[in-house]
């Protein structure tokens, strides 16, 4: 049990399909991050929210498109997706205070395939 | 931009064999230095941190990592290790040039053999 939650843990979906990734922390954090993980390639990351307000977006497609509507809760609106998209997306938290920054907590992740 | 570097993407080791794995980063300032691990299904956590103060840190599970400010580096090591080791190791540093955002390296696999 990591305090982090996500749902879907596997997503199948056709280029023209609508999804969402859940994303959903019990370990009062203040800040939330989407990141991506593919084979033998470094960590992406591609949004972070503090304290509800996105402070990061590393120039990630506009077909993905994220929500976090409170503290505990994060979403990744998937849509028109790409092949090359197929990865493990992680959602993780963590404090923002100067001691603890860069202590993220993830979850387990969402296997995303896209056919 | 920043970068780190993981030397090797697999390693593998008897039992009881000693491990170090490579990190160096390429930021010239101050740097937060931090190695996570991925053990198979499960999610990625933290195994030990360096923020300042004593270079050679501890972590979980007999895990130390010693950082070297010349060398730019920051090696993970174990004297001894077990079957249960076998998982990813990711090292990852912070800075105030990457606003305190985490920089990963691409990960180590390492695989004991038991």
């Known amino acids: 049990e990591t305090g982090v939650t996500q749902t879907p843990r596997h997503l199948v979906m056709g280029m023209t399909n609508k999804k969402s990734l859940k994303c959903e922390q019990h370990?009062?954090?203040?800040?939330m991050y989407w990141y991506k993980q593919s084979a033998k390639k470094p960590l992406e990351l591609m949004f972070v929210?503090?304290?509800?307000?996105?402070?990061e977006n590393n120039s990630v497609p506009s077909r993905f498109s994220p929500e976090c509507p409170n503290s505990s809760h994060l979403f990744l609106h998937l849509h028109t997706l790409q092949p090359e998209d197929s990865a493990l997306y992680l959602c993780?938290?963590?404090?923002?205070?100067?001691?603890?920054?860069?202590?993220?907590?993830f979850g387990e992740g969402s296997r995303l395939t896209v056919l | 931009a920043q970068s780190v570097s993981q030397h090797n993407h697999h390693v593998i080791l008897s039992e009881a064999a000693s491990l170090e794995l490579g990190c160096n980063y390429s930021?010239?300032?101050?740097?937060?230095l931090f190695w996570y691990v991925q053990y198979p299904g499960q999610h990625l956590q933290l195994l030990l941190k360096?923020?300042?103060?004593d270079p050679l840190v501890k972590g979980i599970k007999g895990f130390e990592a010693e950082f070297i400010k010349s060398k730019f580096s920051f090696n993970l090591r174990k004297p001894s290790v077990q079957w249960s080791d076998t998982a990813e190791y990711f090292c990852?540093?912070?800075?105030?040039?990457?606003?305190?955002?985490?920089?990963w390296g691409a990960g180590t696999k390492l695989i004991i053999k038991p």
């Open positions: 930021y010239g300032g101050t740097v937060n």
């Open positions: 990852a540093v912070t800075s105030l040039d990457s606003n305190y955002q985490l920089i």
């Open positions: 993780a938290s963590s404090q923002t205070s100067t001691g603890k920054r860069g202590e993220l907590f």
């Open positions: 929210y503090s304290l509800e307000e996105r402070v």
């Open positions: 370990l009062g954090h203040n800040a």
């Open positions: 360096y923020f300042s103060g």
